[in-house]
């Protein structure tokens, strides 16, 4: 840490800022140029946080140096991680040396739709399905999901396709009952920062899938993550599904860059969302092809047998002729950048 | 509604956007323009969103005309509301023809530090009292309040100063402790989109203070005062608290604009948080006195006896001398907008 | 300054930085941690930025403590500034004691509607024009103005009111035109950044009303002022207008903390665009009280004798009624802040 | 158009706007709904827009529907474009069918630095040198180019290598100067909106490269394009390099959804450039990868021979092993996504 005196601050405000870093068993530098003082703070960060040293007088700024994340952190865990989502005998990865193809249909909302849904998915090459059987709606009025009955049809999916499940929970007295039906939990934008949801995935045992949050910070998005890990779930795919910034051609700003600035920092896998992101059907293909290319371990994306009658986000759902080209570029584009389709390791 | 076909659309295409509106009963009105066709909808709006318009082929966009929300809209309740807080016999209003000034510490840290922010807040002039018993933090490492044991501080701080509780909850699962504590409950910013949470206060029959989310637009957040309001409970306050943006000398970019757009839309109250907003002690006054100057119903403020020591957002906590200044503010200026200061009702 | 090394950095790449700085004269001093060094610079800082520390071997980052700016800092200038508008015996003050009302059309379109806009204003409690000549818009099809022949239009306005000019140049190459006809030169909001204008209206001995970029940081605004003032002009004033945010509700979002965080690092005076940054004629007179409540030096307001019949930005131009509203405010609003109205000095 | 009736607007209000509509000779068709009317017009948009509708009483509302550029348009040119850049003989194209690499320094430093980089730049593959004269700096302290004689060494090393040169134009005075010894002359992102330099490259004669504002939407960029277009000037190419955003891990975001965007609206060709979007080097190829996958027409990239000694932009300029690997990229990605790289046409 690197506390800033404001250019009039006193040598008694600067004693003051040592003693108290001090008095945490810290030691302070003090560096006196010719309009202010910088001191450099060395030792146990976490003790520092309590001294409020942004409070005390004489100060203009304090900045934090280190990262404020542990356990997802690339510096204590230098190797890349692959997590493993599924059944025993029936696991697929996520990680570094694959792409990995996730997809289905928004949201769950008869047991023909989600089956035709998931066969679309898997001849398309998806090896896992998505589906919502919990939506969080911006109204009360809209669509809110199937629940537990969407839960039984995604099980029954999976016993006649084979392909494990990702689904969103969005609150945390369903965490119980979601984990005992997905393979993997969703947690969606809206509750990245939820943090006794994120707290509730981390003690469910199944592996997470952590969308940012559509205005987090990547390093919010990374100490949400930290919130899951720190109940001893280590088992995270971050996913990059659009920020919000001011440009209205798209339903959200893809930051294709916060796959290389993550993966420099964070041992953890990370997809990217192209249907959320863009929010137009016509971009999926194109955003697609940009994920592979940046490096992504992964898309998930939004499949409707007939998008017309899709009671959530029917414009940006795929079909026919698009989800043929999508099925191509995603069985040929990742050789060309060192990656291998991901598939069932029985 | 209105359903703007692409410039290419074919006869049928407009034919079928026409029929899948009379399907569910509606009319629509086709202008054909020199490039493009334009559908004026009149009818239900909600079965109108069943249709996935902007799925149908030909079709390039849709624009929704009317506002989303109805409970908390002004239109059907053209009186602005006021909100009374307090336990019976000693209310205190946030409404239109007052200004409510509402201060306390970010965190109850212990007895004695709650108290005397307490009767610091009180001789500045506030009538109700804020402090937090359930932090959400972004750090899994940082201080997550008292829980229980705060609210208990809480009330015992009620009974010695007489000041209703303003308080945060976070998860679903504690509004009925925090309800059975506090006069009124603050849902934060993180958790605006918390649709679970939203609904469970909307249950609670305690009067309700939303943040803004900050990244929510102002149509979102009455759309979250809305799933509150559709419980039953339309005890909603409305607080502007900044969103975020590009500038970084501010925590948050306080959008003042805000409180004249959400009254002329909504009947609820509005209230700003100064402290949050700009993250820093020096703008607090300037701020508040910004809000009375636009027609907020009111401010909720940091304080704390010795800021040195919080657990939480010490450098935005007022004292002192900045107190007795924010004082003279609170008591003086509302009068010239003509407002006055809300005290109890007995 | 504060170089930052990676946690990997070795003594040799610290020892580097360290050569690095000295051979410029400055003092380098290392404060070594457990996971990471960092290395507080003191000297000048000019000389520092040269030596591109960012791209040495091991840097992991470099934070700059002290403003890039001098000349309109209040670090060297601890009194704010009163800029003087008009021709000599007929100036109109605009700085901290005082409340400046300025307005006029967006744009001017004929001698008559200039005239009645001026009458307006003028009635209104405005004692300086406003109006453009030359008008930077987004298309090149919409109407830019009339250039020279407005100019004189304003002139000769000016001489039947009495009233001061405030206009708009848009290009280096008209500076000597305008700088003859106005009193006062306007960098709009889009020419923040052309630094070749900035540099012409610092030579024109004009003072300058300088607009924040649409998308500028305080940072950069001041660097802006910085530009105008290293030329030998210090007539500056700031006009906050607005930025560009998610927000859909208003065209730009007002960032009233602007004014109070500009006054607390530059002499310039500040004032405020409300009817460019709602955009909506609604919300000009509460986002005036705003800024006369946070402590505004003044305001810059559109007025049209016939808004219906405008040629730019007819939407948020006060007549009638409204315009009373504001004259209202402008005039009882100012003295419970402690400012009075300004007025000609003869 | 469409313009939306406020929820109480009456008869002769609605009477009104089409009573206006038809005095320019267009059409209006009313859909009166239940809760408001609203009107459809067809007829030419652009005596409309002389209307000011939205400021007549009554009028909620008005939403555009057509796009406000033409000459840039897919919809009145269907076929994409190919730029040529280069003397007769010796022209590049950027185009749909290749994808063209350009590269050099930020600045132009000393013939040698200049000469040098080039040559970098070649041996990677890239057919277009890149280097500014003049540069626009955020501080006027910084380095601003060494002007004419920068042209000069430009036009020296291209006799060396052959290379085309493509060079920014800040100041509409300069345009002459550049021109002649420029093959392509660049608008910054500073300079988007500064309409008189796109008027007067418009008329230059010149390819134009034209960088997105850093804060500009699309449909803006578009705009500023078409002020180049209609001075008879249709040889623009986009240059997509990030937008502003809250995010700070990367200098900005960069819009890789701009791409797709602009490709599916416009006939122009586009380009992306890591560099400045990330302004990291770590970036500069995985970002680059991206932008292939996406279907980019090319990347514009940072090289220096010693990255310590740039005078501008250092942190993000390439050298040694990452450019080899950026070359092998360039070299090797391009046909996966069915694009040839663009060598000289003579």
Known sequence: ???????????????????????????????????????????DIESFHHLNLRALPGVADVHRISDPYKLVSLQHHPQRSTVWVGPEGAQVPIGPDTFTFIAGPCAVETAEQTLSAAR???????????????????????????????????????????????TEVVDARDVEVV?????????????????GLLQAVG???????????????IEEWLMAAEYIAQRGNLDIVLCERGIRTFEPA???????????????????P?????????????LVVPLTRAAIGVGADGVI???????EEALCDGPQALLGNELRELAQVV??????????????RS
Chains 1, 2, 3, 4 share one sequence.
Do not use: C, W
Request: glycine share 10%; charged share 20%.
């Open 1 to 43: 840490m690197v506390v800033v005196m404001s250019p009039g601050a006193t040598d008694e405000e600067i004693a003051h800022v040592v003693a108290r870093v001090e008095s945490v068993g810290g030691e302070a530098f003090v560096s006196k140029g010719v309009e202010r003082a910088i001191i450099g703070l060395v030792g």
């Open 120 to 166: 679309m998915a898997q001849s398309a090459g998806a090896t896992l399905l998505r589906g919502g059987a919990y939506k969080p709606r911006t109204s009360p009025y809209a669509f809110q999901g199937l629940g537990e009955e969407g839960l039984e049809i995604l099980a029954s999916v999976r016993r006649a396709t084979g392909l494990p499940i990702v």
């Open 179 to 195: 984990a005992r039906h997905a393979d993997m939990l969703q947690i969606g934008t809206r509750n990245m920062a939820n943090f």
């Open 203 to 217: 003690e469910s045992g199944k592996p997470v899938l952590l969308k940012r949050g559509m205005t987090a910070t």
């Open 250 to 268: 798209t339903r959200n700003t893809l930051d294709i860059s916060a796959v290389p600035v993550v993966q420099a920092t964070s041992h953890l």
């Open 270 to 282: 990370i997809i990217v969302d192209p249907s959320h992101a863009g929010g137009r059907k016509d």
């Open 301 to 307: 994306v939004d499949v409707h047998p007939n998008p």
């Open 331 to 344: 069985r040929r584009l990742p050789p060309a950048v060192g990656r291998a389709a991901a598939t069932v």
